[in-house]
């Protein structure tokens, strides 16, 4: 497993950490296989809550998709992050 990306972030308008993270799985016995997580937690006293879950479980070779944080801010000044992400390299989206 490879951890593509993980970051601590202070989700507004939350002061509590959540942890965002973007995770693969080559499958080395299935040439171009890879299987794909990400998730987003937030820390609750000594434990943490799974705020969204994403997997993918390839297929084949072409049927690859990964999803990676790109950034978060206020976009539209009302007091809430939105979280960015890119989709297969290709695709922006807010998706929280």
Same mark, same amino acid.
């Given at each position: 497993? #490879? ?36 998730? $987003?937690? #937030?820390?609750?006293? #000594? ?14 070779? #072409? ?19 939105? $979280? ?13």
């Amino acid at each position: 497993m #490879t951890v593509d990306k993980l970051e601590r972030a202070y989700l507004l308008p939350s002061r509590i950490p959540s942890l965002i993270g973007s995770f693969s799985i080559d499958v080395s016995e299935q040439e171009g296989l890879v299987h794909s997580l990400f998730l $987003i937690v #937030t820390k609750k006293g #000594t434990k943490y809550r799974l705020d969204l879950l994403w997997s993918k479980i390839s297929r084949g070779e #072409t049927d690859n998709e990964k999803m990676q944080l790109i950034d978060y801010a206020d976009l539209f000044g009302d007091g809430n992050d939105k $979280i960015v992400i890119e989709r297969n390299s290709s695709q922006w989206e807010q998706i929280f």
